[in-house]
Structures are given as structure tokens and as C-alpha cells.
């Protein structure tokens, strides 16, 4: 099992930043890659990047390139999403998830990221 535990969320006003950690621990060995999601009310959980554990390859949600950057410290086992540039459409519960080659998934409970107009 891999427990993952976000923080880092809060109330910003629009065009600031926020910078959401998640800090996995348990069988962290057996981790393949991570990432982040976000559920806004009423909406489906969408996803927002991801990165390889090993390799550091990173994916993004075209709504975020160029304004959000995911990262991850290996030696600490923490995940990272800079947030810049914030709009009120990213207001949303923001999910870390880890996944693994036999495709064992785990979720944190989730932060809340709110960003006035």
C-alpha cells in the first residue's frame, strides 16, 4: 500500500500562485509514476500532469501548460505542482494519484484550491 498526503491549498486571488506538495509513503518502491488531478462541484475528476518516478517525463492538460509545473523529489517522496498565473476555472479539489506497473492505484484525500476573480 502507498499513502499519499496532499497540502499546500488555499484561497489566491486570480494571476497568483500556489504550490500543492503530496508526500508518499508505505511501498513507495512500487511507484511507476504520479500525478495530478482536479475536481471541480458538479464536474468529473479531470487530470492536470503527470510525471515518471524514474525518467521525470511530464504530461499536462493543454488548460495548464504553460502555467503549472509538476515535479517530484525522489529522495524525499514528495510531488509537487506549481501553480502560476491562477484563474477562477482552476478553483477546484485537487487530487494527487500514484500508480504502479501492475496498475495498483492510490488516491490522497484531496486539497482544495480556490482562486478569486
Known amino acids: 500500500q502507498v499513502q499519499l498526503v496532499e497540502s499546500g491549498g488555499g484561497l489566491v486571488q486570480a494571476g497568483g500562485s500556489l504550490r500543492l506538495s503530496c508526500v508518499a509513503s508505505?511501498?513507495?518502491?512500487?511507484?511507476?509514476?504520479m500525478g495530478w488531478f482536479r475536481q471541480a462541484p458538479g464536474k468529473e475528476r479531470d487530470f492536470v500532469a503527470t510525471i515518471s518516478w524514474t525518467g521525470g517525463n511530464t504530461y499536462y492538460a493543454d488548460s495548464v501548460k504553460g502555467r503549472f509545473t509538476i515535479s517530484r523529489d525522489n529522495v524525499k517522496n514528495t510531488l509537487y505542482l506549481q501553480m502560476n498565473s491562477l484563474k477562477p476555472e482552476d478553483t477546484a479539489v485537487y487530487y494527487c494519484?500514484?500508480?504502479?506497473?501492475?496498475?495498483?492505484?492510490?488516491w490522497g484525500q484531496g486539497t482544495q484550491v480556490t482562486v478569486s476573480s
Open positions: 508505505g511501498r513507495t518502491y512500487s511507484i511507476y509514476g
Open positions: 494519484n500514484a500508480n504502479s506497473t501492475s496498475r495498483a492505484s492510490w
